[in-house]
């Protein structure tokens, strides 16, 4: 009833435009009062059942009024009014002198409509509101604080200038979030993996210098922290390394051959051997080695079958890989502070993510080795490593049973999980991610970032299905939740959900004709040393849209959990019945985005979100609307993507979620709380057919 009578409302705005009632804005203006109270007391002095009370009776007031127009000042009227009437003395005054403050902003830029609206922008980074009051209070130094005004800026700007205002208008309510807002308007992409062995080959350049191919172990490690860094400057989300054993790997050949050049060379300086061997001819032998894994008798033929230089061989292999192993160890640990560093200490950097695992050559085993030794003592008075994330990957015949390879390395993960280290579980024989492997490709070994993201699918061209040089050009998420509390009719749910997958959509293909039209210039690493895909055909003026198209856009969803629960009574670990609701909810949506990607000829990808500030998000504005709701609107934050509540027992939790994870090929996690052996639970999650996973001890 009263939605009907509500439904009928027009709202009058300053500018004399006429626009649909929507209670979602009042909902979000009471509570940024109430928030900014809280924070000047740095307590929690309300809680949502305030707002919501205040809420309702505005809503109450407007419905009594029995008119189908208001003007929005009216509305704020009301607002003052039950606020004060209410006895919340501090958000009145707190309230009122915003509405003045914003009176004041128009009143200056009284003949350009939009302008006020960058005073407000500016405003907000020195008001009490609880989402800009936390950044600068979290802010240590002026660079930072630059950084936010920055961000606040761009944010504002994108959303009058750039965003259509129905995609401003959802993002605002809570119906989506439109992932990276403030760098919109730049036009950055989000992720990529990076291809290291391609940076390598040939060297590649910086803003300020020129960097040769690497010689040696140490400087592959180097030369992977710049690379990251350099790439991470034009982008706006996680890095990746897909096959980092790999690409490493011909780093430790080089280091070995020096090394075992260099200790045949330490012993003839003391010895008389010099006059018994050929040494152009060890040098060319040394030369031709394509492994250090090979039968140092090779070298007995420069011996004259003299026993004491067959010892002499047999010694200086042992030594050589000995020191080799210790650069590699150094070299991994440099590698993971720097990284550790530079994504700490830097307030634009964010995580990256290291694939590794599954080389069983000597040079990839020793690699993944220190590395993992690395992550296991952390960075000095017992802190853990921050990032990079380890992603190991896991497949039957390289690691993953006991006769292979590989096997003891996948132990040695298990035990990092048992300690919970930031590790993360790739399944790469999952049925999704194994029909994508091209025999003794590692390329098209799918890999993850941190929070799932997943690359591999290629809509476009499935010779370039790979997950090298490609990445997340951008991403938003639909508040599933917020759909199931407007509509419990599930005719009127799926309408309303195929018109929210509509609508982001567009607003993604919005946002990709301005990443687009950005030229190859301007993103100096990313672009013009050809870490994406298809940039090496691009020159310095052109658009990089070409090669743009190679990526994924991601449609991810929040809160399936608590969708069901509104729609059935019972999330989908305790009824069948909302279990299959549940993967018909999530079958719709990626039917939906591949017909999306089919007639638009892009890689339109759905996904899981785990973004816990998102989830905070929609929850805090759906409780000031809905109320407390139990079980849905009465936690901290909403659950992510289709996971079940962390306090299920693992054996439901990998049961439940694993269909879901092949019809997220955007992105999907399982993350599971075990008391028992890790190893047991990556078997189970493996025969359950989970793409990846994060395990927690407890």
């Given at each position: 009833?009263?939605?009907?009578?509500?439904?009928?409302?027009?709202?009058?705005?300053?500018?004399?435009?006429?626009?649909?009632?929507?209670?979602?804005?009042?909902?979000?203006?009471?509570?940024?009062?109430?928030?900014?109270?809280?924070?000047?007391?740095?307590?929690?002095?309300?809680?949502?059942?305030?707002?919501?009370?205040?809420?309702?009776?505005?809503?109450?007031?407007?419905?009594?009024?029995?008119?189908?127009?208001?003007?929005?000042?009216?509305?704020?009227?009301?607002?003052?009014?039950?606020?004060?009437?209410?006895?919340?003395?501090?958000?009145?005054?707190?309230?009122?002198?915003?509405?003045?403050?914003?009176?004041?902003?128009?009143?200056?830029?009284?003949?350009?409509?939009?302008?006020?609206?960058?005073?407000?922008?500016?405003?907000?980074?020195?008001?009490?509101?609880?989402?800009?009051?936390?950044?600068?209070?979290?802010?240590?130094?002026?660079?930072?604080?630059?950084?936010?005004?920055?961000?606040?800026?761009?944010?504002?700007?994108?959303?009058?200038?750039?965003?259509?205002?129905?995609?401003?208008?959802?993002?605002?309510?809570?119906?989506?979030?439109?992932?990276?807002?403030?760098?919109?308007?730049?036009?950055?992409?989000?992720?990529?993996?990076?291809?290291?062995?391609?940076?390598?080959?040939?060297?590649?350049?910086?803003?300020?210098?020129?960097?040769?191919?690497?010689?040696?172990?140490?400087?592959?490690?180097?030369?992977?922290?710049?690379?990251?860094?350099?790439?991470?400057?034009?982008?706006?989300?996680?890095?990746?390394?897909?096959?980092?054993?790999?690409?490493?790997?011909?780093?430790?050949?080089?280091?070995?051959?020096?090394?075992?050049?260099?200790?045949?060379?330490?012993?003839?300086?003391?010895?008389?051997?010099?006059?018994?061997?050929a040494i152009n001819g060890i040098e060319r032998e040394i030369d031709k080695l394509s492994t250090i894994d090979f039968n140092i008798e090779e070298f007995y033929k420069f011996t004259?079958?003299?026993?004491?230089?067959?010892?002499?061989?047999?010694?200086?292999?042992?030594?050589?890989?000995?020191?080799?192993?210790?650069?590699?160890?150094?070299?991994?640990?440099?590698?993971?502070?720097?990284?550790?560093?530079?994504?700490?200490?830097?307030?634009?950097?964010?995580?990256?993510?290291?694939?590794?695992?599954?080389?069983?050559?000597?040079?990839?085993?020793?690699?993944?080795?220190?590395?993992?030794?690395?992550?296991?003592?952390?960075?000095?008075?017992?802190?853990?490593?921050?990032?990079?994330?380890?992603?190991?990957?896991?497949?039957?015949?390289?690691?993953?049973?006991?006769?292979?390879?590989?096997?003891?390395?996948?132990?040695?993960?298990?035990?990092?999980?048992?300690?919970?280290?930031?590790?993360?579980?790739?399944?790469?024989?999952?049925?999704?991610?194994?029909?994508?492997?091209?025999?003794?490709?590692?390329?098209?070994?799918?890999?993850?970032?941190?929070?799932?993201?997943?690359?591999?699918?290629?809509?476009?061209?499935?010779?370039?299905?790979?997950?090298?040089?490609?990445?997340?050009?951008?991403?938003?998420?639909?508040?599933?939740?917020?759909?199931?509390?407007?509509?419990?009719?599930?005719?009127?749910?799926?309408?309303?959900?195929?018109?929210?997958?509509?609508?982001?959509?567009?607003?993604?293909?919005?946002?990709?004709?301005?990443?687009?039209?950005?030229?190859?210039?301007?993103?100096?690493?990313?672009?013009?040393?050809?870490?994406?895909?298809?940039?090496?055909?691009?020159?310095?003026?052109?658009?990089?849209?070409?090669?743009?198209?190679?990526?994924?856009?991601?449609?991810?969803?929040?809160?399936?959990?608590?969708?069901?629960?509104?729609?059935?009574?019972?999330?989908?670990?305790?009824?069948?019945?909302?279990?299959?609701?549940?993967?018909?909810?999530?079958?719709?949506?990626?039917?939906?985005?591949?017909?999306?990607?089919?007639?638009?000829?892009?890689?339109?990808?759905?996904?899981?979100?785990?973004?816990?500030?998102?989830?905070?998000?929609?929850?805090?504005?759906?409780?000031?609307?809905?109320?407390?709701?139990?079980?849905?609107?009465?936690?901290?934050?909403?659950?992510?993507?289709?996971?079940?509540?962390?306090?299920?027992?693992?054996?439901?939790?990998?049961?439940?979620?694993?269909?879901?994870?092949?019809?997220?090929?955007?992105?999907?996690?399982?993350?599971?709380?075990?008391?028992?052996?890790?190893?047991?639970?990556?078997?189970?999650?493996?025969?359950?057919?989970?793409?990846?996973?994060?395990?927690?001890?407890?």
């Amino acid at each position: 009833m009263i939605e009907d009578i509500l439904a009928r409302v027009i709202v009058v705005k300053r500018d004399g435009k006429k626009v649909n009632f929507d209670g979602t804005k009042i909902a979000i203006a009471i509570k940024k009062g109430f928030d900014s109270v809280e924070l000047e007391s740095e307590s929690k002095k309300y809680s949502e059942d305030d707002i919501n009370k205040i809420y309702n009776k505005v809503i109450e007031k407007i419905v009594d009024l029995k008119t189908d127009r208001i003007k929005i000042e009216e509305i704020q009227d009301l607002i003052e009014e039950e606020i004060k009437a209410n006895g919340y003395e501090d958000v009145y005054k707190s309230f009122s002198e915003y509405r003045e403050n914003r009176t004041q902003s128009r009143e200056i830029f009284f003949d350009e409509k939009r302008k006020h609206k960058f005073l407000k922008a500016l405003e907000k980074l020195g008001l009490k509101t609880k989402e800009n009051a936390e950044i600068i209070i979290d802010n240590k130094n002026a660079m930072q604080t630059m950084s936010a005004y920055g961000s606040t800026i761009s944010q504002e700007f994108a959303t009058s200038y750039l965003i259509k205002k129905k995609f401003a208008d959802s993002h605002e309510n809570g119906d989506i979030n439109i992932h990276n807002l403030d760098f919109y308007p730049i036009g950055t992409t989000e992720s990529c993996q990076i291809d290291l062995e391609k940076l390598f080959t040939d060297g590649f350049s910086t803003e300020s210098s020129v960097v040769r191919e690497p010689q040696n172990i140490f400087t592959y490690s180097i030369l992977s922290v710049i690379a990251i860094s350099g790439n991470q400057k034009d982008q706006s989300g996680e890095q990746g390394i897909p096959a980092f054993d790999y690409y490493m790997a011909p780093g430790v050949l080089k280091s070995f051959k020096k090394q075992f050049r260099q200790t045949i060379y330490d012993i003839l300086e003391y010895t008389d051997y010099d006059k018994f061997i050929a040494i152009n001819g060890i040098e060319r032998e040394i030369d031709k080695l394509s492994t250090i894994d090979f039968n140092i008798e090779e070298f007995y033929k420069f011996t004259r079958n003299a026993d004491e230089l067959k010892r002499m061989f047999r010694i200086v292999y042992k030594s050589a890989l000995e020191k080799t192993n210790n650069q590699v160890y150094q070299s991994m640990e440099a590698f993971v502070h720097n990284l550790n560093s530079l994504c700490t200490d830097n307030l634009n950097s964010k995580y990256t993510a290291i694939n590794l695992g599954t080389d069983t050559s000597m040079e990839g085993r020793m690699i993944t080795e220190n590395f993992l030794r690395c992550i296991d003592e952390g960075i000095g008075n017992k802190k853990s490593i921050v990032t990079p994330i380890t992603v190991f990957k896991v497949k039957n015949g390289v690691n993953y049973d006991k006769n292979d390879k590989n096997y003891d390395l996948f132990k040695k993960a298990c035990k990092l999980a048992e300690e919970n280290k930031n590790i993360r579980f790739a399944f790469l024989d999952s049925t999704y991610n194994i029909q994508k492997y091209k025999v003794g490709d590692y390329n098209t070994e799918v890999a993850y970032l941190s929070d799932g993201s997943r690359i591999i699918d290629n809509n476009i061209d499935e010779d370039k299905e790979i997950v090298s040089s490609r990445g997340v050009i951008s991403t938003t998420t639909i508040n599933l939740p917020r759909i199931a509390l407007k509509h419990q009719d599930l005719e009127e749910f799926f309408n309303e959900l195929d018109q929210k997958l509509e609508l982001v959509k567009d607003q993604l293909l919005e946002r990709l004709e301005i990443q687009g039209n950005k030229k190859v210039y301007n993103f100096p690493f990313l672009m013009k040393q050809n870490v994406w895909i298809d940039s090496e055909k691009l020159k310095d003026e052109d658009k990089v849209r070409k090669a743009l198209k190679q990526g994924i856009m991601k449609i991810s969803f929040i809160g399936l959990n608590e969708c069901l629960i509104v729609l059935k009574g019972k999330n989908h670990g305790e009824s069948k019945a909302s279990q299959e609701l549940g993967i018909k909810i999530i079958e719709t949506m990626k039917n939906k985005v591949d017909e999306f990607s089919k007639k638009y000829n892009l890689n339109f990808a759905l996904a899981g979100d785990t973004t816990k500030e998102i989830a905070k998000e929609f929850m805090e504005v759906d409780r000031v609307i809905f109320g407390k709701i139990k079980d849905v609107t009465d936690k901290e934050e909403y659950t992510p993507s289709f996971e079940l509540p962390k306090e299920y027992d693992s054996e439901t939790k990998i049961k439940i979620e694993s269909p879901y994870h092949e019809l997220t090929n955007g992105g999907h996690i399982t993350e599971v709380c075990i008391k028992g052996n890790v190893e047991d639970i990556i078997k189970e999650m493996y025969k359950k057919d989970i793409g990846f996973a994060k395990i927690n001890k407890i």
